[in-house]
């Protein structure tokens, strides 16, 4: 379990590090994939296995591609190579060592856990939820599908109370959000039609 | 020993620096797509690992799902645009798209 983690962390963070190193769109296009698939793994070992199928169909498979797709469709002869000065890289590097330092000291200057105690103390909220627990554990196929219908049995039944709010409204708002930028993203990506001066 | 939420919480945090360089440096249209797709990716693993490790429950992995729909939505209305502006100036270069600049 801890070395399938590890092994995941790895792949991800150095592919995600090769995305920014290589110079060659294609290869960044490789390198990403395999960051993308690695967190898809480490999704499966956290226990959210409907999040990791639909990271490797929807990243994996339909946005990797697209990008692929506009790499064919624009990186022509001279331009597969377009560099960044040096002394570009060598700033964005530095600053970028110091933000990810930043962030490294504050996350484990956290006391997670504990307040974690503490949240449950003071609103009240279930430690765990139902269908949540080591019998069903990555088995979110069913809690997911309620939620985005707007109800919310794993809290619901775990609390007593009847009020935990689902999804559905921002469910429909993505749907509609994806038919819109479906339509809008064929339009600008349309065939021009050059118009003559009468 | 089993990962803890700070080894997750670490790989998210270099996934989001890398996507965050990768927006600033490279110069390439498709390139600045691609440290886009690392960030949202480093943000959902926060997600899913607040919703393993704490109280928050299912909530993190409904919004880890909204955000692939919606980065990929965004993929491909910023793919036409890419597109658009290629055919515009026979080049991906963002540094050549600065027709606006005063």
Redesign the interface.
Known sequence: ??SM?TIF?LA??LG??A??ISQS?AR??FW?IV??GS?AG??F????D??GA??LL??VG??LV??V???M???SGP?MK???SPA??MI??M??LL??FM??ST??GVD?EGS?QQ??EA?G?????VG?DDNSEGN?LR??GF??LGL?P??DLASGQNTSPG?LL?FEI?SV??LV??I???Y??RA?RRRDVA | ???????????G??????????M????????V???V??VL?GA??NF??F?????L???G??F???V??????????A??????F??NHL???VDRGNKLKG
């Open positions: 379990m801890s983690f962390a991800a963070c995600a590090i995305v920014v769109i960044m296009a990403l960051s993308l967190v480490l999704f070992l956290s226990d959210a409907f999040i639909a990271q929807i990243y339909g946005t697209l990008l797709f506009g790499i469709l624009t990186a331009y377009i560099e960044t570009e890289t964005a590097g600053i970028g933000f990810l962030v490294f996350i484990s997670w974690r949240i449950v609103t909220q279930p430690s765990g939820t949540f979110t809690p997911l939620a985005v919310r794993d809290r999804y921002p993505a959000h994806l930028v479906l809008g993203a064929s600008l990506a021009k | 020993m089993q990962p803890s939420l700070s080894n997750y919480l670490l790989v945090a270099v996934l989001f620096v890398c996507g965050v360089i990768c600033a440096t490279k110069r390439n249209g498709i390139g797509l691609m440290g797709e690392l990716n959902n693993i899913v690992a919703s393993k490790f704490t109280a429950g299912l909530d992995q409904v880890s799902l909204f692939i729909v919606l980065a990929a939505a965004e993929a491909a209305v793919l036409a645009i890419a597109l658009n290629y055919n080049t991906i270069d």
